[in-house]
């Protein structure tokens, strides 16, 4: 069935990696991951304050022209 999760799913990988960096090694690929997921969480905190900082202020982070 196309829309069952497979057993040797890796969540993020897609195949692509023209560029052949992504490392053999289990714990390299670990390492990767987690550094990865860690910088999508502080860059979710930073939209986070943006977002409350325009809330707080009514005014725009950004000049528009």
Request: charged share 20%; hydrophobic share 40%.
């Amino acid at each position: 069935s196309p829309w069952t999760l497979q057993a040797s799913h890796m969540s993020g990988d897609y195949g692509f990696d023209p560029l052949n960096m992504k490392p053999s090694d289990e714990v390299k690929l670990e390492k990767i991951v987690e550094a990865e997921l860690n910088v999508g969480r502080i860059a979710m905190l930073g939209i986070t304050g943006m977002v409350a900082q325009e809330t707080l202020t009514h005014g725009h982070l950004f000049d528009y022209v």
